[in-house]
Nanobody, 123 residues
Framework: VQLQASGGGLVLAGGSVRLSCAAS?????MGWFRQGPGKEREFVAA????????SYADSVKGQFTISRDNAKNIVYLQMNSLKSEDTAVYYC????????????????????WGQGTQVTVSS
């Protein structure tokens, strides 16, 4: 199983970035976590199936959007109005079986992880 994240980089505050994560197979659930400098890994967003229920961290609601292309086994994270506090390594994660939405905020709910992609927001 492979999860390949891409799309990170350096962006100015207020700008936008779209992250992609290509999976080697189809998963029931795919999500994103991030780990900022000196911080613990935290939940960002997750989605059960393309067009299905989503879950977002309160800190990114209305700012980030998760989407999936099941035909291509890709999950996206559109990040808008970026702030310095969004600077982090972003990790995609995948889970084979269904689970209640509330469990998706826990990193232990995921079976596989990508390598991470750095997003740096410069002011």
């Amino acid at each position: 199983v492979q999860l390949q994240a891409s799309g990170g980089g350096l962006v100015l505050a207020g700008g936008s970035v779209r992250l992609s994560c290509a999976a080697s197979e189809t998963f029931s659930i795919m999500g994103w976590f991030r780990q900022g400098p000196g911080k613990e890994r935290e939940f960002v967003a997750a989605m059960r199936r393309p067009g299905g229920p989503t879950s977002y961290a309160d800190s990114v609601k209305g700012q980030f959007t998760i989407s999936r292309d099941n035909a291509k086994n890709i999950v996206y994270l559109q990040m808008n109005s970026l702030k310095s506090e969004d600077t982090a390594v972003y990790y995609c994660a995948a889970r084979r079986s269904a689970v209640v939405l509330s469990a998706l905020r826990n990193f232990r709910s995921y079976d596989y992880w990508g390598q991470g992609t750095q997003v740096t927001v410069s002011s």
